[in-house]
């Protein structure tokens, strides 16, 4: 898992903390007084092997996932997946529709 660094500043009020992780862990990260509660996405290989029938991802038989902070390819925002090792990053679902509209 990456490493989170926060800044003094980030404490002076309880606004700038919860910012801070929502900047690391995606918008839809909730930041409570003790604690906070992110979203743990799938990544396409685990989705494969949970709902099989998915053309664009074949079944992978694969057991080794680990939760990763991983970077979109374009805009660089952060979000927590349950992904294999090799993966380093996504494509966020902005990005997504971006490009698909791009053609």
């Given at each position: 898992m990456n490493e989170v660094t926060f800044t003094e500043k980030e404490y002076e009020v309880f606004r700038k903390f919860q910012n801070k992780i929502n900047a690391v862990f995606g918008e839809t990260a909730y930041v409570g007084t003790n604690n906070a509660v992110v979203l743990l996405e799938y990544s396409p290989t685990l989705n494969a092997m949970i709902r099989p029938n998915d053309p664009q991802h074949p079944v992978a038989k694969r057991y080794d996932f680990q939760a990763k902070l991983l970077p979109c390819?374009?805009?660089?925002?952060?979000?927590?997946?349950?992904?294999?090792?090799?993966?380093?990053?996504?494509?966020c679902n902005d990005c997504l529709g971006r490009r698909k509209k791009n053609g």
């Open positions: 390819k374009d805009c660089k925002k952060t979000a927590l997946f349950l992904c294999l090792p090799e993966e380093e990053n996504y494509v």
